[in-house]
């Protein structure tokens, strides 16, 4: 049995290590935005396919024969071009998103609709917002020349970025008690974050609950391959959909 997991999230590496002990010819596609990526068991593909029509010429061409989109809740042009792939192709689409954060008590988050209304809120209302958004929509805060910018991502960003800034370069998993010391450290006044779910990024949440610091919430897309995909919310459901022909 042959499969295409569209990966680079850790749901992802967790489901291609699952499959290929049951026997799966596993591929694993990773966008390659990051330059040392973790790498998952299976065979490796890094790039793009080019768009839909070169998804679905690939996943003919593999024998593929079924396959899973468990890349980032954000990523919203793979996600759509898998979609489209599945409907050319009539193949089982999987999509593999983690459920989003909800807020407990405690919190405090200004939620908002996408990146540009998260940098204006950010602008107008805050002094030192802690960026934690990865590095492609960092653009969005370039023109905030009053604010000052704690930035962290796994890689050195590139285009326009706030003047007053302090880049930090690191990968997570973090710890609460980290976060919460990175956060006094730099005096943060808010977090600003997509609403990606999981654990592995949740202590910046949690951190900013235990010092009271608002969170501006990016809240997540609609997933594009909705209407056509079998959702699972976690690596056993989808393995379950996957392996028992549920889809």
């Known amino acids: 049995m042959r499969a295409l ?5 850790a749901e992802a590496r967790a489901l291609a290590a699952r499959l290929v002990d049951a026997g799966w010819h596993v591929t694993s596609s990773l966008a390659g935005r990051v330059s040392e990526p973790r790498l998952p068991v299976g065979h490796v593909r890094i790039g793009g396919f080019g768009g839909p029509a070169g998804l679905t010429r690939w996943l003919l061409a593999d024998a593929t024969e079924v396959f899973i989109d468990a890349t980032h809740p954000f990523a919203e042009r793979i996600s759509a071009s898998a979609a489209e792939a599945a409907r050319a192709t009539g193949l089982p689409l999987v999509a593999l998103h983690r459920p989003a954060w909800e807020p407990v008590r405690g919190d405090e988050w ?7 209304a998260a940098a204006e809120l950010a602008r107008t209302r ?11 929509q960092l ?48 005096a943060v006044d808010c977090l600003v974050t997509k609403n990606s779910g999981g654990a592995q990024t949740y202590a910046k949440i949690e951190a900013a609950r ?3 610091k608002p969170v501006i919430m990016v809240q997540r897309p609609e997933l594009p391959g909705k209407g056509i995909a079998y959702v699972a919310d976690t690596v056993d459901r989808a393995f379950d959909a996957v392996t028992r022909g549920r889809v």
Do not use: W
């Open 126 to 136: 805050f002094a030192t917002p802690f960026l934690t958004i990865g590095r492609q």
């Open 139 to 186: 653009s969005h805060f370039a023109a905030d020349d009053e604010g000052r910018y704690l930035i962290r991502c796994v890689e050195q960003p590139t285009g326009p970025l706030p003047r007053n800034r302090t880049v930090l370069l690191t990968r997570g998993p973090f710890d609460v008690a980290g976060e919460r010391k990175l956060m006094r450290d730099y």
């Open 5 to 9: 997991i569209l990966g680079g999230t």
């Open 110 to 116: 200004l939620e908002v609709a996408d990146m540009a």
């Open 210 to 212: 235990d010092l009271r």
